[in-house]
Every structure is written in structure tokens, then in C-alpha cells.
């Protein structure tokens, strides 16, 4: 049973490029939450998609976006590249009934930004 | 002030000791509770959720305690394999995975032969 799949493993954008990062969620799940996390802290929550639809936002500019196809698949997608936007990407996937299985994570996608 | 706040450690202990985390929240209307497991470079894994009459698995114990806002992770007679780093995180939808998970930073737990 395949877990939770991120692509790229790992990438390295020019300030101001756009980039798209993919998740595919562990089969079954129908939501997928998107963190981004930097070295020495917590994963930082972005948002949530059930749906096809973002049911909540963390404290991210507009220049993060995202979607949700109707596989359950999901894309991340951030425009106007900053430094700071250096980060492990985590996709998180899990079932919107079942709260105490709580999330299965990807292996991330590594970003930086130069 | 941070929402999860948790002390980084790093905690050095040796093998077969009891060591014990904690961890506080800001918002009240946090509902559900879980502890995470993250090994050096590796993704998040959940460790267990934490219910509000305390729970166990195996080894380790979850506490919560609503009045004073925090959490708490016991490890009893800690294995080499222990070592990672243990995240706290918070939701504040009743029992459910929708809406927002807040992630504490992170206890450093090494065990040491």
C-alpha cells in the first residue's frame, strides 16, 4: 500500500521563479494538508484541501496556491520566489472522518532558493 | 509567544531511563491532541493521539491537561532507537483532521548506550 508520494524530491529555483510542487496522498485518504517546514522548527501549516476545495489557510501569502484534483491529488504552487521560501515541503494526507488516525506525511520536497 | 511551545532539549539520557516532555498551548479552543515523531531528515510519524483521560502505548504515556493547557509525553525505559525528535501539535476542530494543525518545534531526545 503505497504511502504518501511528493515530487520532486528536491529542487533549486532562482529568486522570483515559480515552482509546483505534487503530492498524491496514501490510498484512501481524501485530504491533503501542505507544511512547510525550515531547518530547527515545526512544519508550518499552509493550508487544507478536502474536496477539491481549500477549507483553511495558515499565514501564507497569496503567492502560495494550491488544488486539489479528483484523485485526491494535490499541487502547491508558489510564485515569486524569495530566499526565505528555502523549506522542506511536507504533504500530508488523511481521512477527514477518522481524526485520530491523525496524518500520514510524505518524505517532503526539499526547496532552495538561490 | 508561539501557540505549541515546547522545550527544544536537546534531552540526553541514557538507556533504560524514564524521560518526560512537555508541552503548552495558547488557544483554549484547541481540541485534539497528538504526538509526532521526527527522525533527523525524515518526515513526520504519527506516535499517538493524546485523549483526555491520559493513554497508553506500550513504553510511552500521553497526559493532557485542559485546565493548565498542555501535554505531556512519557518514554519509559528508553531504547537507542528512541532518539528523535518529538512534536507536539494541536488542532482546533473537535476530533477531526479538517482545519488547522499547529506543530510545536520540536524535543530533541537522545539515548545514549
Known amino acids: 500500500d503505497a504511502g504518501v508520494t511528493q515530487s520532486p524530491t528536491h529542487l533549486i529555483k532562482t529568486r522570483g521563479q515559480q515552482v509546483t510542487l505534487r503530492c498524491s496522498p496514501k490510498?484512501?485518504?481524501?485530504?491533503v494538508s501542505w507544511y512547510q517546514q525550515a531547518l530547527g522548527q515545526g512544519p508550518q501549516f499552509i493550508f487544507q484541501?478536502?474536496?477539491?476545495?481549500?477549507?483553511q489557510r495558515g499565514n501564507f501569502p497569496d503567492r502560495f496556491s494550491g488544488h486539489q484534483f479528483p484523485n485526491y491529488s494535490s499541487e502547491l504552487n508558489v510564485n515569486a520566489l524569495l530566499l526565505g521560501d528555502s523549506a522542506l515541503y511536507l504533504c500530508?494526507?488523511?481521512?477527514?472522518?477518522?481524526?485520530?488516525?491523525?496524518?500520514?506525511f510524505g518524505s517532503g520536497t526539499r526547496l532552495t532558493v538561490v | 509567544r508561539k501557540e505549541v511551545e515546547q522545550d527544544p532539549g536537546p534531552f540526553n539520557v541514557p538507556e533504560g531511563a524514564t524521560v518526560a516532555f512537555n508541552c503548552t498551548y495558547s488557544?483554549?479552543?484547541?481540541?485534539?491532541f497528538f504526538w509526532y515523531r521526527q527522525d533527523c531528515r525524515k518526515e513526520p510519524k504519527l506516535l499517538m493521539s493524546v485523549y483526555s483521560s491520559g493513554n497508553e502505548d506500550g513504553r510511552f504515556t500521553a497526559q493532557l491537561n485542559r485546565a493548565s493547557q498542555y501535554i505531556s509525553l512519557l518514554i519509559r525505559d528508553s531504547k537507542l532507537s528512541d532518539s528523535a525528535t518529538y512534536l507536539c501539535v494541536v488542532n482546533e476542530v473537535y476530533y477531526t483532521n479538517a482545519g488547522k494543525s499547529t506543530f510545536g518545534d520540536g524535543t530533541t531526545l537522545t539515548v545514549k548506550p
Open positions: 500530508a494526507s488523511s481521512l477527514l472522518d477518522r481524526p485520530n488516525y491523525g496524518y500520514t
Open positions: 490510498s484512501g485518504h481524501d485530504t
Open positions: 484541501y478536502y474536496e477539491e476545495e481549500e477549507r
Open positions: 488557544n483554549s479552543a484547541s481540541q485534539s
